[in-house]
């Protein structure tokens, strides 16, 4: 089984709906991230949690919003959906230690019409 | 200036050519170099990390860096039609803090 899973892999929705992502990881770490990719641009960091109580925006958080329900779950939502947050979204997680070494979930594929 | 640049290329090599590949930042109190390789429509995945100036070799890769000039790089010996994808410099700043992603480099790899 992956370590670092997302659900949905592809949604595709309306402009004002509300969208929920969500993310789980096994490899017990403590630090997860929400990033969007757009071609060209690399990864953009969204919002990121260093624990459970540990909330933080990261470069493009307008529009978005997050829950982290355990150490293991990280949920990324959209109040009202935008085309322009047609995107690839990736979670990723890290450890604690002195290094950050980040492994990505396989990605959603967001598409708002 | 963006905070980590790439050319985002493509950059095209013979098979059996070495690639290389620059990325260049701007926070002088970076600490962390990571490349990442990423497939298309797949996740990014890590292929070397360097901390200390100097290179790096880890089979056919090899990362260089050079904190002064405030540049890393990444050598991809006997490229293979398999390297073919982009390749993501990513920076962390302090040590435990979050990475910055550059926009990543298209390598293709002609048989």
């Known amino acids: 089984d992956a370590d670092v899973t997302q659900t949905p892999r592809n949604r595709i929705t309306k402009t004002g709906k509300r969208i929920m992502l969500e993310c789980s990881q096994t490899?017990?770490?403590?630090?997860m991230y929400w990033y969007r990719q757009d071609p060209g641009l690399g990864l953009q960091l969204i919002y990121y949690?260093?624990?459970?109580?540990?909330?933080n925006k990261g470069e493009i958080s307008d529009g978005y919003s997050v829950s982290r329900q355990a150490q293991a779950k990280f949920s990324l939502s959209l109040e009202s959906a935008i085309p322009n947050q047609t995107a690839l979204y990736f979670c990723?997680?890290?450890?604690?230690?002195?290094?950050?070494?980040?492994?990505f979930g396989p990605g959603t594929r967001l598409t708002v019409l | 200036q963006k905070e980590v640049e790439q050319n985002s290329g493509p950059l095209s090599v013979p098979e059996g050519a070495i690639a290389s590949l620059n990325c260049t930042y701007s926070?002088?109190?970076?600490?962390?170099f990571f490349w990442y390789r990423q497939y298309s429509g797949k996740s990014p995945e890590l292929i070397m990390s360097?901390?200390?100036?100097g290179d790096k070799e880890d089979g056919r890769f090899t990362a260089q860096l050079n904190k002064a000039s405030q540049y890393v790089s990444l050598l991809i010996r006997d490229s293979q039609p398999s390297d073919s994808a982009t390749y993501l410099c990513?920076?962390?700043?302090?040590?435990?803090?979050?990475?910055?992603f550059g926009g990543g480099t298209r390598v293709l790899v002609k048989p």
């Open positions: 490899k017990g770490h403590d630090r």
């Open positions: 360097i901390y200390s100036n």
């Open positions: 990723a997680t890290s450890d604690s230690g002195p290094t950050d070494t980040q492994y």
């Open positions: 949690s260093f624990d459970v109580k540990d909330i």
């Open positions: 990513a920076v962390e700043k302090a040590a435990g803090n979050k990475l910055t």
């Open positions: 926070d002088r109190g970076s600490q962390s």
